[in-house]
């Protein structure tokens, strides 16, 4: 079974300063790797996914993830830390179900404070 | 607008009571998902739905009961419940490709008294 694991359930930085947050994953095939944001009483939202196109991955409010194999890692980064970027961020792996449906197996999360 | 609608989104039962939760997608996905969102706990897989079949029982005990008339609806039926069982509730769809990423309603948040 594929799995990931988050370092660190708890992030804080300063606005404007680098946000790094850390996921590496354990997987028997090529892995396909996302990475969501949840805000407070909200759902799950898409930032990026790494499906093998490239390493580095842009994906929305200029956050961005690189996919090294021999690393297994797929670690989340943005240049300049936003207040607005306080939220929980979840890796997750892709795997596949009993019946062999796609599903994802999600990391514990990483809560990210931004301090003024 | 998510493309995934919920209701409730709060929900407060006793533990006799029976209730149920309710997701709608609006994507043209054939697969959709429950899972469940605990304090201090990484989400949890429930069931999964892949063109109303379900695909994955993750152990989850009876008194929580799936079901998907189509590929756009999904339902999870609740009885006897546990204040343990207290959490939020996730439902998502997506293409069922390995490429393809899971899109989230807004969740119940669930209560059990």
């Known amino acids: 079974a594929q799995s990931v694991t988050q370092l660190g359930s708890h992030v804080s930085v300063s606005e404007g300063a680098l946000v790094l947050l850390r996921c590496n994953y354990s997987?028997?095939?090529?892995?396909?790797l996302f990475w969501y944001v949840q805000y407070p009483n909200q759902g799950l939202q898409l930032l990026l996914k790494?499906?093998?196109?490239?390493?580095l991955v842009k994906g929305i409010n200029g956050f961005e993830a690189e996919f090294k194999k021999s690393e297994t890692s797929f670690h989340l980064t943005k240049p300049s830390a936003h207040m607005s970027d306080a939220a929980e961020y979840f890796c997750?792996?892709?795997?596949?179900?009993?019946?062999?449906?796609?599903?994802?197996?999600f990391g514990k999360g990483t809560k990210l404070t931004v301090n003024p | 607008e998510t493309g995934v609608t919920q209701t409730p989104r709060h929900l407060v039962m006793g533990m006799t009571n029976k209730k149920s939760l309710k997701c709608e997608q609006h994507?043209?996905?054939?697969?959709m998902y429950w899972y469940k969102q605990s304090a201090k706990k990484p989400l949890e897989l429930m069931f999964v739905y892949n063109f109303k079949e379900q695909t994955e029982n993750n152990s989850v005990p009876s008194r929580f009961s799936p079901e998907c008339p189509n590929s756009s609806h999904l339902f999870l039926h609740l009885h006897t419940l546990q204040p343990e069982d207290s959490a939020l509730y996730l439902c998502?769809?997506?293409?069922?490709?390995?490429?393809?990423?899971?899109?989230f309603g807004n969740g119940t948040r669930l209560t059990v008294t």
């Open positions: 998502a769809s997506s293409q069922d490709r390995g490429d393809s990423p899971l899109h």
């Open positions: 997750a792996v892709s795997d596949l179900t009993q019946g062999g449906s796609e599903k994802l197996v």
């Open positions: 997987s028997s095939v090529p892995p396909y």
């Open positions: 790494y499906t093998s196109a490239a390493t």
């Open positions: 994507l043209g996905h054939n697969a």
